[in-house]
Protein backbone atom coordinates (compact mmCIF):
# COMPACT_ATOMS: atom_id res chain seq x y z
CA UNK A 1 0.00 0.00 0.00
CA UNK A 2 1.36 3.47 -0.30
CA UNK A 3 0.96 3.40 3.80
CA UNK A 4 3.88 1.32 3.66
CA UNK A 5 5.65 2.11 0.86
CA UNK A 6 5.99 5.72 2.45
CA UNK A 7 6.77 4.42 5.69
CA UNK A 8 9.39 2.07 4.07
CA UNK A 9 10.92 4.91 2.04
CA UNK A 10 10.81 7.11 5.68
CA UNK A 11 12.83 4.62 7.14
CA UNK A 12 15.66 4.08 4.32
CA UNK A 13 15.85 7.91 4.53
CA UNK A 14 16.33 8.10 8.19
CA UNK A 15 18.76 5.24 8.10
CA UNK A 16 20.90 6.89 5.59
CA UNK A 17 20.85 10.06 6.95
CA UNK A 18 21.87 8.36 10.11
CA UNK A 19 24.92 6.49 8.21
CA UNK A 20 25.65 10.15 7.23
CA UNK A 21 25.56 11.78 10.71
CA UNK A 22 27.79 9.02 11.73
CA UNK A 23 30.54 9.17 8.75
CA UNK A 24 30.52 12.67 9.42
CA UNK A 25 30.91 12.63 13.42
CA UNK A 26 33.93 10.11 12.45
CA UNK A 27 35.52 12.53 10.22
CA UNK A 28 35.44 15.37 12.00
CA UNK A 29 36.67 13.69 15.14
CA UNK A 30 39.83 12.64 13.11
CA UNK A 31 40.36 16.02 11.93
CA UNK A 32 39.98 16.79 15.33
CA UNK A 33 42.53 14.81 16.92
CA UNK A 34 45.20 15.72 14.08
CA UNK A 35 44.75 19.37 14.32
CA UNK A 36 45.02 18.85 18.46
CA UNK A 37 48.38 16.22 17.52
CA UNK A 38 49.85 19.20 15.49
CA UNK A 39 48.59 21.88 18.39
CA UNK A 40 50.96 19.71 21.12
CA UNK A 41 54.04 18.89 18.52
CA UNK A 42 54.17 23.02 18.05
CA UNK A 43 53.77 23.44 21.76
CA UNK A 44 56.47 20.75 22.42
CA UNK A 45 58.90 22.91 20.32
CA UNK A 46 58.13 26.59 21.32
CA UNK A 47 58.64 24.72 24.95
CA UNK A 48 62.31 23.50 24.03
CA UNK A 49 62.85 26.71 22.02
CA UNK A 50 61.75 28.84 25.12
CA UNK A 51 64.29 26.51 27.65
CA UNK A 52 67.35 26.91 25.19
CA UNK A 53 66.77 30.70 25.27
CA UNK A 54 66.55 30.73 28.74
CA UNK A 55 70.05 28.47 28.88
CA UNK A 56 72.05 30.66 26.47
CA UNK A 57 69.89 34.22 28.57
CA UNK A 58 71.46 32.54 31.68
CA UNK A 59 75.03 32.27 29.75
CA UNK A 60 74.85 35.42 28.22
CA UNK A 61 74.20 36.52 31.91
CA UNK A 62 76.95 35.35 33.46
CA UNK A 63 79.44 35.90 30.65
CA UNK A 64 77.97 39.67 31.42
CA UNK A 65 79.60 39.53 34.64
CA UNK A 66 82.76 38.12 33.97
CA UNK A 67 86.25 39.72 34.23
CA UNK A 68 87.88 37.69 31.72
CA UNK A 69 87.37 40.24 28.88
CA UNK A 70 88.94 37.33 26.37
CA UNK A 71 86.37 34.62 27.75
CA UNK A 72 83.97 37.20 26.85
CA UNK A 73 84.57 37.86 23.38
CA UNK A 74 85.10 34.08 22.98
Known amino acids: ???EDSE???TELIRS???SRSELIRLIRDQEKRAVS???GRLERLEQEINDLRRRD???EQLSHTQD???FLQ
Open 58 to 60: AEL
Open 38 to 40: RAE
Open 8 to 10: RIF
Open 17 to 19: IER
Open 69 to 71: HIQ
Open 1 to 3: TAV
